[in-house]
Every structure is written in structure tokens, then in C-alpha cells.
């Protein structure tokens, strides 16, 4: 989608580090998070709970918990103001209040897993969709109706003007995220994150609110976040993808080397773990173990202990981020000059001679 | 063929809300499970998968149509020799492990409950013996045995699951959309121990789930339900090469794969009830092919083969 010669960086996660007091001591979620989102980009942060992908969107939103501290890092938002300069904050360093007056829901805007629980359920839809235009547009009731009928339409809900007047419980699941991202998009954001925004949606629905995403995104010029764990999803809408494993982007590629030519190992155990519809091998390859407790953080590599390729050195250093192309970078020793030549295993190499082929099919 | 394990005839569950509504959650479905194999439910939420499952063991009562079990009516009133039947021989497992584990009871007690009340065990160095025994099979180590499930993560979690489910060695195994809660890696490792426990047991599994890839990699035959109907059935090789009712094509259809190329060019095929004018109370079951049945009138058959 990115036409123009050098896309604009929107988005820009420097470093990012963050760590929770609990009762048990302090769990240090994030450790170092770099992330890109160019303007009208999909970007996708894919990972197993607790990997820390919903914890690095929620910093930049401002909705962290009480009890978490950003240690280090920044996060560098670039946007054109009301005046038409060009300006960059960190989002980081804004006053809280700040943030919610002039960002959120107005340049940033979120969409959530769970749809029965981020709409107010004693405020009819129509109500919830105007609330962001009176707070940031300073609209009037007529020119707010207005709007929060076509963007009901946008989102494909039949009858708009019958159910602006309803109330969340009125709609059925599919209908209720279709409102969700009318809510969203009220106040005509730059950047949409979809924290799971189909997880709790059934396939055939989930199909249809990707591709209503999608549409959107092309009509109003949007960059989109995804965080899911499902790697269908991603292939389905994201442009690059950041597989994210116990609070570190652990591989960085544009979708098609992330599904194509994988290099980290917890990539492969990710995509050998998804049955396709032609997997007919008797035992499904999974990644033993679980992902580590970052209450004790993990010496060398996070993922050594479950990774069956594992290097001597993967338990005493942290590998680097290795570049392979100008796109595609992954942090495993195994990339390493003196690292001995290991390949991924070779049902998934199988299995991706066939999704290419597949591919080759379309191109 | 060898005679069915599990034999669901026409049935139906309504559950009346008020005296003028209904809401008719199954409505006449008829399916057959063998012994050893694995029988896949598939549907979205609201087709009335859960609640098959939920009156086949008995937690609703039937409204109507016949349920056989092992060779006994498990409809109506049960004498307590069939409830004693029923109630060792098929078993559970639930969605979410961290509510369907009692917290207050350690995992042994909650594994061990169904020796304790069927009196399986004559000591108890015997009954630890068989828990101990049990946690092994399902890749934990007895020491957990002393654990509160709070302790576990939620794959362990619905391991113990699994485990209360096959300590009473079912012959049939419920599994309700028992791998949804959990993470793509950890939901291999529970697909691939129910695989290895059923080639060791020889048990049958009744898998209800809504993500078809997984469906499809542990079923042997698959029922489609859309409404409370049973509007396609088969072994997995029919209904995956050849889908004939428009809701399973577009529940195929809309499977994503991990396949970026394919998958941005692709549009999932859509399929609206309401405005299709199929009326699925009017289809009778037609044969395509083997035992693939698909539910349609004579004309709609007619259109979609």
C-alpha cells in the first residue's frame, strides 16, 4: 500500500521498556521495544498472552495501569496540527490530560477484543458514536447525527437512522464490533490499534469485519495496528509483522518473509502450531513448554528453554537483531556467521514449498 | 460398521423462555458416533453446538427425540443402573479450565471425585496411586496432585480437566470448545495429548468447536449446524473437498490462512439465512455421496449438486 517513494513515518516505538509492581515482585513486560507504523501501513504485533503486545499499544494510548513504569523509551507520534504544520510529540512525556483531550479517540483511536464490554450499555449507539464529535470536533447535534449515520453505513449496518437509536444488547455480536469501529472512527483518527478486535467473534463474521477494516482503511487513509495472536488474521490485513515472545519483538519482516521464509525458531513453532487445511501429519508440531514468567527475568535468550535449535550461547547472551533484508530482521543466534547451519523443520518447510506454491498461483 | 457408541435421534431442545416464546435452540439433529473415533461439531455461536453436547450428558432434559447410549436409552427417566452408566462412561471436558475447576479443591480431589463417588478405589494408596497415574498420562508430574488450580497455567489447567474427565476411563468424551481459551502453541500440545489418550483408551470424542482447521485435524466425521439444523454432515474428506449446502461454503470460506499472497486476494463467500430463502424446517436429509448427507428440499439439492 505504501506507493509514494519514502512513507512517512507516523509512528515511531523507540526502545520501549516497562515493568509492573505486583505483589510478587516486579514483572518487567516490555524489554526494549522498537516498532515503525508508516501512514497508511497495516502492522500487525503477533504473540502468546502476556508476550506484552496489548502492553505496548496501551503505553502509547495512555492506558496503563497504576502500577506500571516506563523505564525507558520513547514513542513518537508525527502529525499534521489544526494549523497545518507538521509536529512530533512523545506520548511518552504528554501530561495525561493532554493525551485524552487532544489524542486519544481523535488521532488515535482503538478498537477492543470484546464488544459487549466496551460500549456503554445505557447509551444508545447512535449517542456513543456522537460523544467523540461534540468532545473533539465541537460539532453540533445535527451535523453529528449527520456524520453518525454515514459511518453506521460505512460500517455496513443495515436501517442506519432505526439503529442509531438502539442499545448495544439490541445488536448481535458481529453488529455490536461494526459499532465499535463506528465509535472509533467518530473523530476521524490517523492511527487505528485493533487489539483483537475478531477474537471473540465467529469465523464467518470475522471474515466480514477484516475486510470491512480493510475497506475502510483504503477510503480513509488509515494506519492500522492489529494485535492478535491468530496468524491468519495477519496474513488476511497486515503489511509488516512484529512476532512478539516475552516482552521483545523477536522477528521484524514484511508479511510475506515472515510467512514465506521464516528465520526465527518461535516463528516456526507459531506457524508449524496452525494447522492449514491440508495438514494431515499424525502429531501436530507444537512448541513444548510455556513462555517464561518475567517476574524472573530470563537470562541469554527468553526463548532458549523451548526452543529445540538452541545454541550454548542462547543461555548467556541475548541475541542482537540480525538483518537479513533491507525489511527483514530477527533476533536468534542461529543467524550469527559462526553459528552452525541450522534449517527450520522440514514439515514446515514442506508446507511453505506449498502455501508459495499456492501463491505463485494468484501472482 | 460395529454397532454406534452414541446414537442421537431427532433431537430436540427447546427451552421455553415465556409462555409465548420459545427459543428452539436444536431442532431435530441425528447424528451416530463409533466407538474410538472422534465426531466434530462445527458451528457459529448460537447454532446450538454447546447445547447438543450439554443434552446428550444429561445436564438438559431432552424435549424430545431419542438419545442411545452404549445400547440404553439415556431419554426419559433413567433407571440408576443407566444414570450410573451414563455418569461413568461419558465425560466432559468445559471451555474455560479456570471456571470449571472447583478453587477451593486441590487437583487431586477434583481428579479423585469420581473414584470417591463411584467407589473405584480400595484404598488410599490405590486412589493416589491412580491419580498419580493420571497426571502422568496427561504431562504433569504427581507432585501438582497437592496444587490448588490457581497455581497452573491455563494449559496445565485444562489438562487437569482432561484428566478429571478420563480417570473414570469413558468410553465417550465431550470435548466443548475445550482448546478455544488457550494460546495457538499451548492449544497443539492439548490436541496432540487427546490424540495419544484416545489411541491408548480407545475412547470416542464428541469435539465441539468453532475453529475448523482444528476440526478438521482431529475429526474423523464432521456435523455442520447452522440454527439448531444439522445442514451437513460427513467424514472430513467430504465435507472439506466437497462442500454442497451454501452455509458450509461459506464457513470454509472463511477460514484465514497463513498464507498472505492467497489470502488478500481471497474474499470469503457470504451467506445470509434470512435472505438466501432457504427454509431449513421444509429440508429433508439428502444423500450426495457415501455418508455425506446434506440438509435441502428436492429443488435446492437439485441447484447445489
Known amino acids: ?363 | 460398521m460395529s454397532e454406534p457408541l452414541l446414537k442421537v435421534e431427532n433431537l430436540k431442545q427447546y427451552f421455553p423462555v415465556s409462555r409465548t416464546f420459545t427459543v428452539k435452540a436444536v431442532n431435530g439433529v441425528s447424528f451416530e458416533i463409533y466407538p474410538g473415533e472422534t465426531y466434530g461439531l462445527v458451528g457459529e455461536s448460537g447454532s446450538g453446538k454447546t447445547t447438543i453436547g450439554r443434552s446428550v450428558i444429561r445436564l438438559y432434559n431432552p424435549t424430545d427425540g431419542k438419545i442411545i447410549f452404549n445400547g440404553q436409552d439415556i431419554t426419559g427417566r433413567m433407571g440408576s443402573a443407566a444414570r450410573q452408566m451414563l455418569r461413568k462412561e461419558m465425560q466432559m471436558i468445559f471451555q474455560d479450565p479456570m471456571a470449571s475447576l472447583n478453587p477451593r479443591k486441590k487437583v487431586a480431589d477434583i481428579i479423585g471425585e469420581g473414584l470417591d463417588i463411584h467407589g473405584r478405589a480400595s484404598s488410599r494408596q490405590d486412589r493416589a496411586d491412580q491419580i498419580s497415574e493420571m497426571l502422568k498420562k496427561v504431562g504433569l508430574s504427581p507432585e501438582h496432585a497437592a496444587r490448588y488450580p490457581h497455581q497452573f497455567s491455563g494449559g496445565q489447567r485444562q489438562r487437569v480437566g482432561i484428566a478429571r474427565a478420563l480417570i473414570m476411563n469413558p468410553r465417550l468424551v465431550i470435548a466443548d470448545e475445550c482448546i478455544s481459551a488457550l494460546d495457538v502453541s499451548i492449544q497443539a500440545q492439548v490436541v496432540n495429548l487427546m490424540k495419544d489418550i484416545q489411541e491408548e483408551t480407545g475412547c470416542a470424542y464428541l469435539f465441539i468447536a468453532h475453529d475448523l482447521s482444528m476440526v478438521k485435524y482431529i475429526s474423523d466425521r464432521i456435523g455442520v449446524l447452522h440454527l439448531g439444523y444439522m445442514v451437513e454432515s460427513g467424514t472430513k474428506e467430504e465435507i472439506f473437498s466437497n462442500p454442497v449446502h451454501p452455509y458450509t461454503r461459506s464457513l470454509l470460506s472463511a477460514i484465514p490462512h497463513p498464507n498472505p499472497e492467497v489470502e488478500k486476494r481471497r474474499r470469503s463467500v457470504s451467506y445470509d439465512y434470512a435472505s438466501s430463502g432457504i427454509d431449513y424446517a421444509r429440508g429433508t436429509e439428502h444423500l450426495v455421496s457415501g455418508t455425506h448427507k446434506v440438509l435441502a428440499t428436492d429443488d435446492e439439492f437439485a441447484s447445489w449438486t
Open chain 1, 1 to 363: 500500500m505504501s506507493n509514494t517513494a519514502a512513507p512517512e513515518k507516523i509512528l515511531d516505538i523507540r526502545g520501549l521498556d516497562i515493568s509492573f509492581r505486583t505483589n510478587a515482585g516486579t514483572v518487567h513486560a516490555i524489554r526494549g521495544v522498537n516498532l515503525d507504523l508508516c501512514r497508511g501501513e497495516t502492522v500487525a504485533i503477533v504473540g502468546e498472552s502476556g508476550s506484552g503486545k496489548s502492553v505496548t499499544m496501551k503505553a502509547a494510548m495512555g492506558l496503563l495501569d497504576s502500577n506500571a513504569t516506563v523505564n525507558a523509551g520513547e514513542i513518537l507520534y508525527t502529525y499534521t496540527d489544526e494549523a497545518g504544520t507538521k509536529q512530533t510529540v512523545d506520548l511518552l512525556k504528554l501530561p495525561k490530560k493532554t493525551l485524552r483531550q487532544q489524542f486519544n479517540g481523535q488521532r488515535i483511536a482503538m478498537v477492543f477484543q470484546d464488544p459487549m464490554t466496551s460500549l456503554d450499555p445505557t447509551m444508545t449507539i447512535g449517542k456513543q458514536i456522537m460523544e467523540g464529535m461534540f468532545l473533539h470536533k465541537h460539532m453540533d447535534k445535527q451535523a453529528a447525527k449527520a456524520r453518525a449515520l454515514e459511518l453506521l453505513e460505512l460500517v455496513g449496518i443495515p436501517d442506519a437512522e432505526k439503529r442509531f437509536r438502539n442499545y448495544p444488547h439490541q445488536l448481535s455480536g458481529g453488529m455490536r464490533q461494526r459499532v465499535v469501529i463506528a465509535v472509533a472512527l467518530s473523530a476521524d483518527p490517523d492511527v487505528l490499534i485493533c487489539d483483537e478486535p475478531t477474537t471473540a467473534l465467529d469465523v464467518t463474521i470475522q471474515a466480514k469485519i477484516l475486510e470491512l477494516i480493510m475497506k475502510i482503511q483504503k477510503e480513509m487513509k488509515l494506519s492500522v495496528i492489529y494485535i492478535t495472536h491468530d496468524l491468519g488474521v495477519v496474513a488476511k490485513v497486515a503489511d509488516y509483522v512484529n512476532v512478539m515472545y516475552a516482552g521483545k519483538i523477536v522477528e521484524v519482516g514484511n508479511v510475506n518473509e515472515i510467512f514465506y521464509e521464516p528465520l526465527h525458531p518461535y516463528t516456526w513453532g507459531l506457524l508449524s502450531a496452525m494447522p492449514d487445511l491440508d495438514t494431515d501429519d499424525d502429531r501436530l508440531y507444537s512448541i513444548p513448554g510455556s513462555p517464561p514468567n518475567l517476574l524472573h527475568e530470563p537470562k541469554g535468550d527468553a526463548f532458549a528453554a523451548r526452543n529445540q535449535f538452541a545454541l550454548v550461547i542462547d543461555e548467556k547472551a541475548e541475541p542482537p537483531l540480525f538483518q537479513v533484508t533491507p525489511t527483514h530482521f530477527a533476533a536468534t543466534w542461529l543467524l550469527h556467521p559462526d553459528a552452525p547451519k541450522i534449517e527450520m523443520p522440514p514439515e514446515l518447510k514442506a508446507r511453505l514449498e506449498r502455501a508459495k506454491k499456492e501463491a505463485d498461483k494468484y501472482l
